[in-house]
């Protein structure tokens, strides 16, 4: 259960016509928190987040960010919320600077120090305009008066989207550096390395729907671990006598190269039997983000 929450939805539909963009999803993110909002184009992933900024009004459910309801008080979201899409529109005939300027004059407060720093660790030239940044640029002006606003909770959709290698990292520091002064970041990406990296929970949906939500550590359970080495013809069958005593007969090695897919409560005994087997380059590698997340769509990409 997520306890002092920032966002708090339950049972939101958004519907177009007749069609479901979003379907009876719940999202819950604590506090403080860097949650991963994961799925896939089409998912419902931006009509969510536009009902959390008041864009959007929800069909039905019930919506709360930082505890008000987007729908009749978007106004107070927003000067409450710092907002980065994938794909950013600014005033083409404004400098940088000047958009800086707009945007914390909308929300109505500001941190200029902030900004100053964060241009420079960008790399930003505020004095150009807006029409001759490239999208990489734009991304940047987006994200530094995101993370220089003194708001408690930050909404980023697609946020590296036009960033390179070196912008990436330092974006991931400024993600760090929210979280660590208490604020609340949900984040939306189809980068999944970038997700688990940053993210403490994540919720996984699909058409529109929940499918899993949680803490990563406690979900990386639903996927197995990937344990391999490498075995003499004893050893061959040594483990595969051992493997049938610990319930794992169907994966018994069928060659030298020893490849498992393992549980990770069965993780301990695997590792007991190679090691007590003389097993050589024995490896183990965690369930990854990325295996939860394909386990879901892995129909639907076929």
């Known amino acids: 259960m997520v306890r002092d929450k920032t966002i708090d939805v ?59 309801d987007p729908a009749l008080r978007a106004a107070e979201v927003t000067r409450k919320v710092s907002y980065v899409p994938g794909e950013v529109n600014l005033w083409p005939n404004l400098s940088g600077q000047e958009v800086l300027d707009a945007l914390a004059g909308l929300r109505g407060t500001r941190d200029v120090a902030a900004e100053r720093r964060l241009a420079a660790e960008f790399a930003l030239d505020t004095r150009r305009l807006v029409r001759t940044y490239s999208k990489g640029n734009r991304q940047k002006v987006i994200l530094v008066a995101a993370f220089a606003a003194p708001t408690e909770l930050l909404v980023l959709d697609e946020p590296t989207s036009g960033l390179d290698p070196l912008m990436e990292e330092l974006f991931r520091s400024c993600v760090r550096e929210a979280a660590a002064a208490g604020r609340t970041v949900l984040l939306s990406s189809h980068i999944l390395a970038e997700a688990e990296e940053l993210c403490e929970s994540v919720t996984i949906i699909k058409d529109g ?88 769509y892995e129909v639907a990409a076929r």
């Open 10 to 68: 339950v049972g939101l539909v958004k519907r177009f016509g007749s069609f479901a963009a979003v379907d009876g999803l719940d999202l819950a993110v604590g506090r403080g928190e860097v949650h991963g909002f994961l799925g896939p184009n089409g998912a419902g992933k931006s009509t969510t987040i536009r009902v959390l900024l008041g864009l959007y009004r929800a069909t039905a459910g019930r919506v709360r960010v930082l505890g008000l």
């Open 209 to 296: 729907k929940l499918v899993e939500s949680g803490r990563l550590a406690d979900m990386r359970h639903l996927a197995a671990s990937e344990v391999t080495a490498k075995l003499s013809d004893d050893q061959v069958i040594a483990v595969k006598e051992g493997l049938s005593r610990i319930g794992l007969a169907g994966q018994v090695p069928m060659a030298h190269d020893l490849r498992l897919s393992v549980l990770r409560e069965q993780v301990p005994a695997v590792l007991g039997l190679l090691a007590e087997a003389a097993a050589q380059d024995i490896t183990c590698t965690p369930a990854k983000l990325e295996d939860l997340f394909l386990r879901h």
